[in-house]
């Protein structure tokens, strides 16, 4: 069974244990998909966020969806793209620490956004690879685990570079 799904549409309508936030290091609520899940979740999120003393680039941190479809929110501060080698470190610790938090907390399907690649200015044709490369890995790792890995897609355009990766990854990997 292929365990990573490919979605276009909107993160926080999705019907699953857990999906991940694209957070700022405040944990406070921001823009884009960290706004949306925000508003979507209600002020109980912003609430929990609060006690949990922010997040550093790569990590990951649990709370509960609040009025979410999903159970639990994931929050994960990818980097700000600098075109540095410690950009790649970082956001593939984002996907990385996300499925482990995951994985620690029982949690069965799990959602990304494509991560850094908004407002962070992360390119979507090298920051795909990476969330592809990083997934499939941990996924190797952690068979035992059979845990879904849901990919959504706000636009077309994200949709198709992942449709791509996957395909080229099927293909070759």
Same mark, same amino acid.
């Given at each position: 069974?292929?365990?990573?799904?490919? %979605?276009?549409?909107?993160?926080?309508?999705?019907?699953?244990?857990?999906?991940?936030?694209?957070?700022?290091?405040?944990?406070?609520?921001?823009?884009?998909?960290?706004?949306?899940?925000?508003?979507?979740?209600? +002020?109980?999120l912003?609430?929990?966020?609060?006690?949990?003393?922010?997040?550093?680039?790569?990590?990951?941190?649990?709370?509960?969806?609040?009025? @979410?479809?999903?159970?639990?929110?994931?929050?994960?501060?990818? $980097?700000?793209?600098?075109?540095? $080698?410690?950009?790649?470190?970082?956001?593939?610790?984002?996907?990385?620490?996300? @499925?482990?938090?995951?994985?620690?907390?029982?949690?069965?399907?799990?959602?990304? +956004?494509?991560?850094?690649?908004?407002?962070?200015?992360? $390119? @979507?044709?090298?920051?795909? +690879?990476?969330?592809?490369?990083?997934?499939?890995?941990?996924?190797? %790792?952690?068979?035992?685990?059979?845990m879904?890995?849901?990919?959504?897609?706000?636009d077309?355009?994200?949709?198709?570079?992942?449709?791509?990766?996957?395909?080229? %990854?099927?293909?070759?990997?």
């Amino acid at each position: 069974m292929e365990q990573i799904m490919l %979605e276009l549409g909107d993160l926080t309508e999705l019907d699953c244990d857990c999906i991940v936030n694209a957070a700022n290091q405040s944990l406070l609520g921001g823009g884009g998909v960290d706004g949306a899940i925000h508003r979507a979740a209600g +002020p109980q999120l912003l609430a929990e966020c609060r006690t949990l003393g922010g997040c550093k680039t790569g990590e990951a941190k649990l709370t509960g969806g609040y009025r @979410l479809k999903a159970s639990y929110v994931i929050h994960t501060v990818g $980097p700000v793209y600098s075109g540095s $080698p410690q950009d790649e470190i970082q956001l593939a610790n984002c996907y990385r620490n996300s @499925l482990n938090l995951a994985r620690e907390n029982g949690i069965r399907s799990i959602a990304f +956004p494509a991560i850094s690649t908004g407002i962070y200015g992360y $390119p @979507l044709a090298e920051a795909v +690879p990476i969330a592809v490369r990083t997934i499939r890995a941990w996924i190797e %790792e952690h068979r035992a685990d059979a845990m879904t890995v849901i990919l959504c897609c706000f636009d077309r355009r994200t949709y198709e570079q992942y449709e791509k990766e996957l395909d080229r %990854e099927n293909k070759w990997g």
